[in-house]
T-cell receptor
Framework: LAKTTQPISMDSYEGQEVNITCSHN???????ITWYQQFPSQGPRFIIQGYKTKVTNEVASLFIPADRKSSTLSLPRVSLSDTAVYYCLVGPSDNYGQNFVFGPGTRLSVLP | NAGVTQTPKFQVLKTGQSMTLQCAQD?????MYWYRQDPGMGLRLIYY???????DKGEVPNGYNVSRLNKREFSLRLESAAPSQTSVYFC??????????????FGDGTRLSIL
């Protein structure tokens, strides 16, 4: 299983773009990269998933360089409501999600 | 659309008591999971069920049992609760047809305290 490393915490201000980078040096060929967001007292919520290059949805963008050894979650113009813990997960495409490991994540604090 | 529903939301037990946590999903998902989350930590997988009729151990299965009652429901049982099992328990589901990697959908958790 690919181990991931993320910053423990980050601070930002409202209206700024936030980039959270995740390192996964031993990512396998069939691994996907998935990001989740967790608010206090709630379960994690899927944000975005990608395999290579760039993926964008209405919430975020995910940038994956050619070597796929890292990935960056980009949140445009954050607001106070984006304060949460963000988890980066890497796992193979041929499983049912049982091997995903949720590490401690990155605690993002958005300040006014 | 309720998604993943967990009951109860809160529970306090005494050491040695038994309890079953309930989870139901209405998304017709094949796979279901039980995690625990301790303060300041990530989630750890207890058990999962890849499809109806099957269950498998995750990272931390000791002290727990599960039942996949039907496609919708997946329950977690503590036979003899211990203080070390004080945690927040999350149930999740994913579509996960064989050969794919589908995002998981989580419930809002059951906060369990064991005295």
């Amino acid at each position: 299983l690919a181990k991931t490393t993320q910053p423990i915490s980050m601070d930002s201000y409202e209206g700024q773009e936030v980039n959270i980078t995740c390192s996964h040096n031993n990512i396998a060929t069939n691994d996907y990269i998935t990001w989740y967001q967790q608010f206090p007292s709630q379960g994690p919520r899927f944000i975005i998933q990608g395999y290579k290059t760039k993926v964008t949805n209405e919430v975020a963008s995910l940038f994956i360089p050619a070597d796929r050894k890292s990935s960056t979650l980009s949140l445009p113009r954050v607001s106070l409501s984006d304060t949460a813990v963000y988890y980066c997960l890497v796992g193979p495409s041929d499983n049912y999600g049982q091997n995903f490991v949720f590490g401690p994540g990155t605690r993002l604090s958005v300040l006014p | 659309n309720a998604g993943v529903t967990q009951t109860p939301k809160f529970q306090v037990l005494k050491t040695g008591q038994s309890m079953t946590l309930q989870c139901a999903q209405d998304m017709n998902h094949n796979s279901m999971y039980w995690y625990r989350q301790d303060p300041g930590m990530g989630l750890r997988l207890i058990y999962y069920s890849a499809s109806e009729g099957t269950t498998d151990k995750g990272e931390v299965p000791n002290g727990y049992n599960v039942s996949r009652l039907n496609k919708r429901e997946f329950s977690l049982r503590l036979e003899s609760a211990a203080p070390s099992q004080t945690s927040v328990y999350f149930c999740a589901s994913s579509e996960a047809p064989e050969g794919s990697n589908q995002p998981q959908h989580f419930g809002d958790g059951t906060r369990l305290s064991i005295l």
